[in-house]
Each structure stands twice: as structure tokens, then as C-alpha cells.
């Protein structure tokens, strides 16, 4: 549903072949997960997305976002989560030694298919934001007994 590869670590008891590793930096170049680090600002919402029998559920961290500062979209399959943060501070000749917070627009989206659009729900508690994603029925795992002769 969600075009995902499952979570694995590596146990890191294999052997080290500096020619492999070499191989693995070029095959994996464009690969998303080498690049998410050149490119950290594209995804500043992170989340973690699970399943259940009866539904999915997505938990985004965004520490030190409002929740009238969130939006949250369903649209033709498509699950978009947006902040606006806008810099409180109107004068811009303060001095400052290190700026790191950032403000603007964010947003993230997901491919949902197999939702029940109309149940969806959301909540916002201590920086997370919650969204439960039910399955439509034909998305719920069905199980049928076989006999066997």
C-alpha cells in the first residue's frame, strides 16, 4: 500500500570487503535511503507507518508545531500532511550567533489505497500526530478454509 521496504538491521557480524562496500556506494547512489541524508530538508515531517488487521496508522513527529498549524488532506488516494511555521519574531537585526530552527511550509504525502475515506481519524498529543487509516473491506485480510479431501 504504502510502496515501503521493511525494516532490517544489520547484525554487522559479516565480513568487511572494502570492493563490495565500494560497489554498494555506486549501485546505491540514487537509491532514497543513501540520498535521504543530502537531502534531509525535502522530508522534515518523519513518520512511521503501521498495519493491522483492521487498519493503518501513521505517526509523524513535529515537535514544536501547533496543531491549528497542521493540514491534513485526503485526496484521490492521497494522504498529504502540511505545516506552515511562520517565524514570530519581526525584527530582523537581532543578533544572532546560530539560527537552526526553520520556518515555512512542509508537507508530506502518502499513497492510501484500500482506505475507508470517511473514517479516517486524527489526533495531535505531545509533537505526534496520529492518523488512523481503516481498511475498506475488500483491503481486510480474509481467510477461507479449505477441505481437503
Not at 72 to 95: F, M
Not at 113 to 121: C, F, I, L, M, R
Amino acid at each position: 500500500m504504502f510502496g515501503l521496504v521493511p525494516f532490517s538491521r544489520k547484525n554487522g557480524l559479516s565480513a568487511r570487503n572494502d570492493f563490495l562496500d565500494l560497489n554498494s556506494f555506486f549501485d546505491n547512489f540514487f537509491n532514497d535511503s543513501f540520498t535521504t541524508g543530502f537531502f534531509q530538508a525535502s522530508h522534515p515531517i518523519k513518520a512511521d507507518i503501521r498495519e493491522t488487521e483492521k487498519e493503518y496508522l501513521i505517526e509523524a513527529d513535529m515537535p514544536g508545531v501547533k496543531k491549528e498549524d497542521i493540514k491534513l488532506e485526503l485526496r484521490d488516494g492521497v494522504l498529504t500532511v502540511g505545516i506552515e511555521r511562520n517565524e514570530e519574531s519581526e525584527d530582523k537585526r537581532e543578533n544572532y550567533i546560530r539560527k537552526e530552527r526553520r520556518y515555512g511550509s512542509y508537507c508530506r504525502s502518502f499513497q492510501v489505497d484500500g482506505v475507508n475515506q470517511e473514517n479516517v481519524t486524527a489526533a495531535y498529543k505531545d509533537g505526534v500526530l496520529t492518523v488512523k487509516l481503516p481498511k475498506s473491506e475488500e483491503a481486510k485480510p480474509k481467510t477461507h478454509r479449505i477441505d481437503i479431501n
